[in-house]
């Protein structure tokens, strides 16, 4: 019985250690000169950081206004959705009726 008892726990550990998941931490990814190379995290190439003085800039994307905190947010939102860009406008467009203000559903669609 204590065999039978010993074994039986024996196959438990062995089952168990089994279902525990092994550590992959490394993903692989391709640097800027084509060789592979393994990183931890992999780095968002749109991740950009943005200064705080940087001076707020209007763009449309042909439909409709928005003024975004800085040309370096419009960068980063154009780098993270290059289907529905935004294009430089002058600023005084903004704030005159030459073309309809983004609406709030509008913001949502493109995820602002």
Request: charged letters at 25%; hydrophobic letters at 35%.
């Amino acid at each position: 019985m204590k065999l039978l008892t010993l074994f039986f726990l024996a196959y438990m550990a062995y089952t168990t250690a089994k279902v525990v998941p092994t550590s992959t931490s490394n993903h692989l990814s391709i640097d800027q000169h084509g060789k592979r190379v393994y990183a931890d995290v992999a780095e968002d190439k749109c991740d950009y950081l943005c200064p705080e003085k940087d001076p707020s800039v209007c763009a449309t994307n042909g439909q409709c206004l928005l003024k975004f905190e800085s040309r370096c947010a419009m960068t980063a939102y154009n780098c993270r959705n290059p289907q529905k860009m935004f294009k430089l406008v002058e600023d005084h467009r903004c704030t005159q009726d030459w073309q309809p203000l983004c609406m709030e559903s509008d913001l949502r669609e493109f995820g602002l």
